[in-house]
């Protein structure tokens, strides 16, 4: 781990005075993210005369992939620190994480204007996505466990938009065993980062970090986790329906009247 001490001077192995600096580097790629996306949106309007909705989706997807392959690179480079580090090191420790919280910054201040337009439903999910964001970079940690929190939760949108363009209910299946398997791993890695604050509350932690950090943290790890385990809830149910109610229902329309 990078060299730390709590007199303010160093903080995760550079000069304090140069952690703002090395943050604003980065700063270009949220203007980038929302203008990139809100072209690619008019793109799809304009010239593939597509409507509102089928605009959006394909612009969700586009993040959706970018997004997940960002995170698994950010996991796969900063592997070794990944579960002593990744809730408390400062994020100029992470440039590529930070690159991908930006990324994960414009898209959803793009998305944003489209669901106070045209579907309210995601507004406040939308506004927790962005706050989370925020507080990690006005806080200066968590920014690598939002990384594996990213791609972890885009496996789960990607494979839900394979299935949408297969819809048939064995690809249904396929897709909640692996949905269920992707929040499973969701859930231990959640556990992880609730040690990592159960240690920062101790004052055991090796990092400096605003003292409101650690709460901030868990509640947004508990409420991704419960928010991940309701849809795990909910496409079970549809599950049982279309394998268990349906077929009993089948059963008895098939019955001799």
């Not at 297969?166 to 499973?184: G, I, N």
């Not at 309701?230 to 077929?247: C, I, P, S």
């Amino acid at each position: 781990s990078s060299a730390r001490c709590a007199s303010g001077r160093w903080l995760g192995g550079r000069p304090a005075h140069t952690l703002g600096f090395a943050a604003m580097l980065f700063f270009w790629v949220v203007p980038a993210s929302f203008g990139a996306f809100a072209c690619l949106f008019l793109a799809f309007v304009c010239v593939g005369g597509l409507n509102v909705e089928a605009s959006c989706s394909r612009v969700s997807l586009v993040h959706h992939f970018i997004a997940m392959c960002l995170g698994l690179w950010a996991h796969w480079r900063y592997s070794d620190r990944i579960m002593e580090d990744a809730s408390f090191a400062p994020n100029t420790d992470f440039e590529l994480a930070v690159v991908l919280q930006h990324f994960n910054l414009g898209y959803f201040l793009y998305d944003t204007v489209h669901v106070a337009v045209w579907d309210q439903r995601w507004f406040l999910h939308h506004c927790v996505a962005i706050a989370g964001y925020s507080t990690s970079e006005i806080s200066n940690v968590f920014g690598l466990a939002n990384a594996v929190n990213t791609w972890i939760t885009e496996v789960g949108s990607l494979m839900y938009s394979l299935f949408l363009i297969v819809r048939s209910d064995e690809a249904y299946l396929v897709f909640v065993l692996f949905y269920t398997a992707s929040r499973s791993y969701f859930a231990y890695w959640s556990v992880t980062v609730l040690g990592h604050v159960w240690q920062a509350l101790q004052g055991k932690s090796p990092f400096s970090f605003p003292a409101w950090a650690p709460y901030c943290a868990a509640t947004l790890q508990l409420l991704l986790l419960g928010v991940n385990m309701t849809f795990v809830a909910t496409h079970w149910q549809k599950l049982w329906k279309r394998y268990v109610t349906g077929a009993n229902g089948a059963k008895e329309k098939s019955k001799p009247g």
